[in-house]
């Protein structure tokens, strides 16, 4: 997450100006939250199962998280606040695509897991 997060600062720093800049590193840190919460809530096995959309307080504070989000980033009174500028939706997708990496690589490295611990099992 965190070498997500300076590779898109360091990107937007090269590419535009350091408000952008930040704001993109901002948003892809929250962004890699609003993902990880994926792999906590299952520690073996894939996330994506029955009970994905099970949990609604759980979606209910995730929508609330973009909603934040959004207004944090292109509400004036927010950006203000917070010192944030709008981005484009492409450096929304920038966003999206990096800070999803980490749900990306945890699924993948619990189905290396799953798929060696029944070759194991296979070969007893």
């Known amino acids: 997450m965190m070498a997500g997060t300076l590779l898109v600062l360091h990107y937007g720093l090269h ?6 800049a930040l704001t993109l590193a901002f948003t892809t840190f ?8 994926f792999n906590a809530r299952v520690e073996n096995g894939s996330s994506f ?3 994905f959309f099970a949990n ?8 609330g998280v973009l909603a934040l989000q959004l207004a944090a980033v292109h509400w ?6 917070f010192q944030t500028t709008a981005l484009s939706t492409d450096d929304w997708l920038l966003s999206i695509v990096v800070a999803s990496s ?23």
Do not use: D, H, I
């Open 15 to 20: 590419s535009g100006s350091e408000a952008r």
């Open 30 to 37: 929250v962004l890699f939250q609003f993902f990880n919460v």
């Open 49 to 51: 199962n029955r009970q």
């Open 56 to 63: 609604r307080m759980l979606w209910g504070a995730l929508a």
């Open 76 to 81: 004036a009174p927010l950006q203000s606040v």
């Open 102 to 124: 980490v749900l990306v690589l945890e699924e993948g490295r619990k189905l290396v897991v799953t798929v060696s611990a029944a070759l194991k099992e296979r070969l007893r």
